[in-house]
């Protein structure tokens, strides 16, 4: 999912890449089914083996009906990811141009359904103590980013805010961060 004229390059198809490559993906993030945790990869056989034996001690089980389901999803047409990526391309202008307007110093997000912001122009060296007010400041949530992190100091200002809402919930939540920059 790319927006800008950004295309996107699979790190499989580079030179000396696809023999040492595990694509993974889930409807979660293809589809917004994130709660039937349904996700499949793709790679060489030896190294597809090597994942199904892992995730074999790791899932005890999944969810056979959304399985089904996903593959129905899966032979949906061009058009589908076409409007999908239109649809988020303007969620993610909506949200960043609120997040600007409440203060966040906004990175640029030319792919994915995640904006991600410098608390720090709101007063915050930290962006858990950011999310952890913000839900009672103004009843929006955001992620710290620095939980992705190894060295949690490398991303300790910044935050992840989710656009993969209904248009209507995404302008009450900009509205609602308004009141940030004031």
């Given at each position: 999912?790319?927006?800008?004229?950004?295309?996107?390059?699979?790190?499989?198809?580079?030179?000396?890449?696809?023999?040492?490559?595990?694509?993974?993906?889930?409807?979660?993030?293809?589809?917004?089914?994130?709660?039937?945790?349904?996700?499949?990869?793709?790679?060489?056989?030896?190294?597809?083996?090597?994942?199904?034996?892992?995730?074999?001690?790791?899932?005890?089980?999944?969810?056979?009906?959304?399985?089904?389901?996903?593959?129905?999803?899966?032979?949906?047409?061009?058009?589908?990811?076409?409007?999908?990526?239109?649809?988020?391309?303007?969620?993610?202008d909506r949200v960043?141009?609120g997040l600007a307007?409440?203060?966040?110093?906004?990175?640029?997000?030319?792919?994915?359904?995640?904006?991600?912001?410098?608390?720090?122009?709101?007063?915050?060296?930290?962006?858990?103590?950011?999310?952890?007010?913000?839900?009672?400041?103004?009843?929006?949530?955001?992620?710290?980013?620095?939980?992705?992190?190894?060295?949690?100091?490398?991303?300790?200002?910044?935050?992840?805010?989710?656009?993969?809402?209904?248009?209507?919930?995404?302008?009450?939540?900009?509205?609602?961060?308004?009141?940030?920059?004031?």
């Amino acid at each position: 999912m790319t927006y800008d004229g950004i295309r996107h390059v699979p790190l499989a198809t580079l030179p000396g890449m696809a023999d040492r490559t595990v694509t993974i993906s889930s409807g979660g993030k293809s589809f917004g089914t994130t709660g039937w945790k349904v996700g499949w990869a793709h790679a060489q056989s030896d190294l597809i083996q090597a994942v199904h034996t892992v995730k074999q001690h790791l899932t005890f089980t999944s969810g056979a009906p959304f399985q089904r389901a996903m593959v129905t999803a899966l032979n949906l047409g061009d058009d589908y990811f076409t409007g999908l990526a239109a649809d988020l391309w303007a969620k993610r202008d909506r949200v960043s141009a609120g997040l600007a307007a409440a203060g966040l110093d906004v990175y640029p997000a030319p792919g994915t359904y995640y904006l991600t912001a410098d608390v720090r122009p709101l007063g915050y060296d930290d962006g858990m103590d950011f999310c952890r007010d913000l839900p009672g400041r103004c009843g929006v949530v955001a992620i710290p980013n620095r939980v992705f992190y190894d060295d949690q100091q490398a991303g300790r200002s910044i935050v992840r805010f989710a656009y993969c809402k209904r248009m209507e919930v995404l302008d009450e939540a900009m509205d609602r961060l308004s009141g940030l920059a004031a």
